[in-house]
């Protein structure tokens, strides 16, 4: 350890500037947080499923949005009406752009996993009640466990 750093229970901390007032002088200290390599590469790993969660439903919320051919035939299959095809599209935007916002603030990043996780959850489920194959489902379910996933790393 440097001089004029002193180690406490949470962390390294250096000692800064001595700051004068009316008891005397106060010790401005300021905080160093040492990371090791494998939470280094557990960060990366978050934000590169962070990336390509953000980038698949802006896609899909755009093409929903927007009344994309296959997305009207999709919600069209699924007997669901037309509007809750631009709803799920404006929740699928919303959880991308939290999941941006999430790169500055952990808080953003962990509700829009959330949001997206449980909108894919009902994404399954309607799968499974038109009886869809599972090759239908199958991308679906695997962005709810990218977003389960994501989510638990900013959580743990």
Not at 41 to 53: A, K
Request: hydrophobic fraction near 55%; aromatic fraction near 12%; glycine fraction near 10%.
């Amino acid at each position: 350890m440097g001089k004029g750093m002193c180690e406490f229970e949470f962390g390294v901390y250096s000692l800064g500037e001595r700051i004068p007032d009316a008891n005397g002088f106060i010790l401005k200290i300021k905080k160093e947080i040492r990371i090791s390599k494998g939470e280094r590469n557990m960060g990366i790993l978050t934000y590169i499923l962070q990336g390509i969660l953000a980038l698949m439903f802006l896609m899909a919320g755009f093409g929903k949005v927007t009344g994309s051919k296959m997305h009207v035939e999709a919600f069209t299959h699924w007997r669901l009406p037309q509007w809750f095809r631009v709803v799920t599209g404006i929740v699928e935007l919303a959880g991308a752009v939290l999941l941006i916002v999430g790169f500055w603030t952990s808080t953003s990043a962990m509700a829009g996993a959330l949001l997206l996780a449980i909108t894919c959850v009902g994404g399954i489920l309607t799968h499974i009640r038109v009886k869809d194959s599972f090759k239908d489902t199958a991308m679906i379910l695997f962005l709810a466990i990218l977003s389960f996933v994501v989510f638990f790393l900013y959580f743990s």
